[in-house]
């Protein structure tokens, strides 16, 4: 049996990262109307990944059996002044994400729970390779995203993404 205040915030959790795949589809809706489909595509596959993540952690919590219980997600309501804004958004949200599940994991910690700092370890791996990219694609597009060859190849690189479920996913 989990602990009830873990329980609580791995809940919290799926909430959050469905709010994620749901603001990153928002992002994809911005380059869509923009005209640049690689940008939206990238997006999209990412808010894919996102909601992969709400159901590791509601599938953790069902094999702990704890009831989940889902709340609003929020309005995703950015609004970007220019190409380079949702990019340095998305790298703010991910330290923002690593933050939430670096308290889930210390508080894990103080209560001696070693099975559920085992299934955050993926997630901590996860979120350090997220911050990466996301970092990545700010200083990318800071360097070549002003001219229109630059932004362009941006594009088509980002297009080439292909999105594939994690073959192994967290220690359940
Ligand atoms: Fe599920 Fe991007 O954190």
Redesign the pocket.
């Known amino acids: 049996m989990l602990n009830q205040k873990i329980a609580a915030m791995l809940n919290d959790q799926i909430n959050?990262?469905l709010y994620?795949?749901y603001l990153?589809l928002d992002f994809a809706n911005y380059y869509a109307d923009e005209g640049l489909d690689g940008f939206a595509h990238w997006y999209e596959v990412?808010a894919q990944?996102?909601r992969?993540?709400?159901f590791m952690l509601r599938r953790y919590l069902i094999n702990n059996g704890v009831r989940v219980e889902f709340q609003a997600v929020a309005k995703p309501d950015k609004v970007f002044a220019d190409h380079l804004a949702p990019l340095e958004a998305g790298y703010a949200?991910?330290q923002y994400?690593?933050s939430l599940?670096t308290a889930i994991y210390h508080e894990a910690f103080e209560q001696k729970d070693y099975k559920t700092m085992q299934f955050l370890d993926w997630?901590i791996k996860?979120?350090g390779e997220?911050e990466t990219t996301?970092d990545d694609m700010v200083k990318k597009m800071k360097l070549f995203g002003n001219e229109a060859k630059g932004l362009y190849a941006l594009n088509q690189e980002l297009a080439a993404r292909v999105y594939t479920p994690s073959a192994t996913g967290p220690a359940m």
Do not use: P
């Open positions: 959050k990262e994620s795949a990153y990412q990944e996102e992969d993540h709400a949200h991910e994400v690593t599940i997630f996860e979120q997220e996301a």
